[in-house]
């Protein structure tokens, strides 16, 4: 019957360890994810811009929540530039901003978007809502979506009440978001 002594024992130990410990740091990791969708509402104000004023950089601010894929429920807060020139029949012009939307049972998980398109601001004098049609790229996040990546549409339309620039809001992701 073949025997070991105890240093042939610990080294083939160490063997299976190092082995074991090779595979590991060779399987690569699945990211998590695919899929993403988002719908979200809550108040929102529109400042910097007059009736019947020349170009200026319209602030759009979304306040709100909602739910969102692999998030759950969500708080969203967002902040939209928006080239618009309120004329008698509204206007349409680029708009750029981010939007970060906070998991409601772990506010340190979050998701920046960025997002750049379109606001359309309709109605006479520009009081009807600003429809906005964007595109997202994930800029960011925290806690489980720290090296989140991904991209897709966001399409909503924020309103102002008359004479004032508070109002509400309403929007729906739809694309990817991998982490």
């Known amino acids: 019957m073949l025997t070991l002594t105890s240093g042939w024992k610990r080294t083939g130990l160490m063997g299976l360890v190092t082995m074991f410990l090779a595979l590991v740091m060779v399987t690569p990791t699945l990211a998590a994810g695919g899929t ?33 894929t692999s998030l759950g429920r969500v708080f969203e807060s967002g902040r939209l530039t928006a080239d618009l020139r309120f004329g008698l029949f509204g206007d349409c012009g680029p708009a750029f901003g981010t939007i970060t939307l906070y998991s409601q049972a772990n506010l340190n998980n979050s998701v920046r978007f960025a997002v750049r398109g379109q606001v359309c601001k309709a109605g006479l004098l520009g009081l009807g809502a600003a429809t906005y049609s964007l595109t997202y790229n994930v800029s960011g996040g925290s806690g489980t979506f720290m090296n989140a990546t991904g991209t897709g549409r966001v399409n909503g339309r924020a309103g102002n009440g008359f004479l004032t620039n508070q109002g509400t809001y309403s929007d729906q992701f739809n694309g990817t978001l991998n982490f």
């Open 36 to 68: 993403f969708s988002a719908t979200d509402n809550g108040r929102s104000s529109i400042s910097n811009c007059g009736a019947l004023s020349g170009r200026r950089a319209c602030v759009i601010r979304l306040n709100g929540q909602g739910t969102a």
